[in-house]
């Protein structure tokens, strides 16, 4: 068979029976596999590795009490664990040691995680003006930065050339005129071509990528991909240097990576065949799953590492292309399960067989439940409780029906007004979607480590946002 008529059908992928309940590659030593059996007994699991339950019903993570936290910076507080962050980043390293490891920033960005996935070694993935420059003010080197965005504007691609980014990802072919237009005389900009490549993959509908029925990138099956390609090479300052993918969030199999590989491969041979070029790079995205509850699956990294690169090897043999350079881009899995939201309960209301837990968040600060349903494992913190537990929902302040975190959770039958309750896997995609609904301003952000609690985010204020209002 031919380069050309290689097939872009997916062939079965025999999937490999792992069950490791940690996330990090490698087997754990005795000493963290009794951590970890610990954790999973005191029903913390999914929190950052450092989280230690305390007597009397507190939880401490990153050493700092989250009673005690609560008390010092107020509620709706949002917990970081730096070193939770940093040993994530160190985890993709270790795992793909030939690889540029990019984090998403829309999971989550601030000046300091910039500055902390920065000093980890990894690139950054931004989606607009306001990231990239928000990470370079922080010193972020442009070149290791990647824009993404299937409807860019003016502004950003005019910021991304003037500041220098390393790789643009081509979303559209009507991008292509509008980057080459604004690019300097005399300098070429390095670009990708986004790829649909025609996979089913993600946790929920709205979260899937990989198929031609979703607003991101240019189809594989129809052709559009090869002939943005074509419109690419046609342009002198633009340098096509690779191929990017993306198939979903929240993937917890590596069999859709292994096919998506597949794939792009072929497309790279098809272009070296009809263009007489070997690109370089290939980024095939990130949609890590992370667990939100304890028993959730997360996708184990170590056999996402080993089957991508088998497969990237094997099939750039068969098809006679060098293996390019790869690139991942994970956002949820580094930031997401080292946060914790921690709320105060206002009011508890039984109405009939329902019990509504109403706490000061809510779905300004966290609208994923509303957006995909996602269900959490809220834990009531500050105080010990011999009660029975009792299916609560956990429902926010917002004046929208819709307004719940959590939905038919078990939590201690005496829970009151005045308590505290700790949302765990809570670091990606809630601040980073937060809104100003009901002009409740956005929460603060503190991070955590070795004992010392310090305010990377400040509460939004009420003159903050009254200060944009400029009608009278």
């Excluded at 993959?201 to 074509?230: E, N, P, Y």
């Excluded at 109403?358 to 105080?383: C, E, T």
């Excluded at 809104?435 to 991070?447: F, H, K, M, Q, T």
Aim: with cysteine; glycine share 10%; net charge neutral.
């Amino acid at each position: 068979m031919s380069i050309q008529e290689l097939p872009v059908q997916e062939q079965p992928v025999q999937e490999l029976p792992v069950q490791e309940p940690h996330w990090a590659p490698g087997t754990d030593s005795p000493g963290q596999k009794a951590h970890a059996d610990a954790r999973d007994a005191e029903g913390l699991s999914v929190w950052p590795r450092s989280a230690r339950p305390e007597p009397h019903g507190d939880v401490r993570v990153g050493g700092v009490s989250l009673t005690e936290a609560a008390d010092r910076f107020g509620t709706p507080l949002y917990i970081l664990d730096e070193r939770e962050v940093r040993e994530r980043c160190r985890t993709y390293r270790t795992a793909f040691p030939d690889a540029d490891i990019v984090y998403a920033a829309k999971a989550f960005l601030c000046r300091a995680m910039a500055h902390w996935v920065q000093e980890e070694g990894l690139g950054l993935d931004v989606c607009s003006a306001g990231e990239l420059a928000l990470a370079v003010t922080t010193g972020f080197p442009p070149e290791k930065i990647v824009l993404h965005g299937n409807a860019k504007s003016p502004e950003d691609l005019s910021t991304a050339l003037r500041l220098g980014v390393g790789r643009i990802v081509v979303d559209s072919t009507s991008e292509i005129a509008r980057l080459a237009a604004l690019t300097p005389p005399g300098t070429r900009q390095p670009v990708m071509v986004r790829v649909v490549p025609g996979i089913v993959a993600g946790g929920h509908t709205k979260i899937r990528t990989g198929t031609d029925d979703q607003k991101f990138g240019l189809s594989l099956t129809d052709g559009s991909a090869q002939h943005a390609v074509t419109r690419i090479l046609d342009q002198p300052h633009l340098e096509l240097v690779g191929l990017h993918c993306h198939i979903g969030s929240q993937v917890t199999t590596v069999k859709p990576y292994v096919a998506a590989v597949r794939r792009m491969i072929g497309l790279l041979a098809r272009i070296r065949d009809q263009h007489g070029i070997t690109l370089p790079q290939l980024n095939i995205g990130g949609g890590h799953a992370i667990a939100y509850r304890p028993g959730e699956e997360a996708l184990n990294i170590s056999v996402l590492a080993g089957r991508v690169r088998a497969e990237l090897e094997d099939g750039c043999t068969r098809a006679a292309l060098p293996v390019p350079r790869l690139t991942l881009e994970p956002g949820r899995a580094i930031a997401g399960p080292a946060g914790i939201a921690v709320y105060r309960v206002l009011a508890v209301k039984r109405t009939g067989t329902h019990t509504f837990v109403a706490v000061d968040g809510g779905m300004s600060d966290n609208p994923r439940p509303a957006l995909y349903g996602v269900r959490y494992a809220p834990r009531l913190i500050g105080r010990p409780s011999t009660a029975p537990p009792r299916l609560v929902t956990v429902v926010g302040r917002h004046c929208e029906a819709g307004d719940i975190l959590a939905d038919d959770v078990a939590l201690p039958g005496d829970i009151r007004p005045g308590d505290l309750l700790a949302v765990p896997a809570a670091g990606a995609y809630h601040l980073s979607m937060a809104s100003g609904y009901n002009l409740v301003g956005r929460p603060p952000v503190v991070a955590v480590s070795d004992g010392i609690a310090r305010v990377l985010v400040r509460r939004e204020s009420l003159d903050d946002m009254n200060r944009r209002d400029i009608g009278l």
